[in-house]
């Protein structure tokens, strides 16, 4: 079963992870999310959720642990308003998802002042390509509830980029 579940899920959740924390740090995660789910295998609940949202909510948690990383460059790509030079980093590849290259600095400055929820919850979607149900099962948050402030998040986005067009 496992076998099977990482030919189907290891090169999404690589790809995804990738883009938040570069690829070495990515295929040291990929091996701790699969370990976890392995080790932790009764626990989960096809009732709950799809096996997706629960190897993705494993992903988010471990991915937390990176999480000063992830905001430590987010910050420098605020100051400098730069891209770092590196194209799977996330300041990179978040403004080219909501089209807004030329407003690194004050993009990369909003998703460093984000919860840690809502930037999970924002990249999720648009790095990982999860659907709001799975990102809401990875999450744990009620789908409707995810929806709602996914609408916000991006709502603030494109509030923020137009006053600074």
């Given amino acids: 079963m496992f076998a099977e579940l990482f030919d189907e899920h290891a090169q999404?959740?690589?790809?995804?992870l990738a883009?938040?924390?570069g690829v070495d740090v990515a295929d040291d995660l990929v091996s701790e999310t699969f370990l976890t789910a392995?080790?932790?295998q009764e626990s989960y609940d096809p009732q709950r959720g799809s096996v997706v949202g629960w190897l993705?909510?494993?992903a988010t948690n471990l991915l937390r642990g990176h999480?000063?990383?992830?905001?430590?460059?987010?910050?420098t790509a605020e100051r400098y308003g730069v891209d770092l030079g590196v194209a799977e980093t996330l300041e990179h590849t978040v403004v080219t998802?909501?089209?807004a290259r030329s407003h690194l600095r004050l993009i990369a400055g909003e998703l460093?002042?984000?919860?840690?929820?809502d930037r999970d919850l924002l990249l999720l979607v648009s790095l990982a390509g999860l659907s709001v149900q799975e990102t809401a099962e990875a999450l744990g948050l009620n789908p409707g509830t995810a929806r709602s402030r996914l609408h916000r998040l991006r709502t603030?986005?494109?509030e923020l980029e137009l006053r600074h067009a």
């Fill in 156 to 158: 603030k986005l494109k």
């Fill in 97 to 99: 998802r909501i089209d």
């Fill in 56 to 58: 993705y909510g494993i």
């Fill in 12 to 16: 999404p959740l690589h790809r995804y």
């Fill in 38 to 40: 392995m080790r932790g």
């Fill in 112 to 117: 460093a002042r984000m919860p840690s929820g």
């Fill in 67 to 75: 999480a000063k990383r992830e905001v430590r460059l987010l910050r």
């Fill in 19 to 21: 883009r938040r924390v």
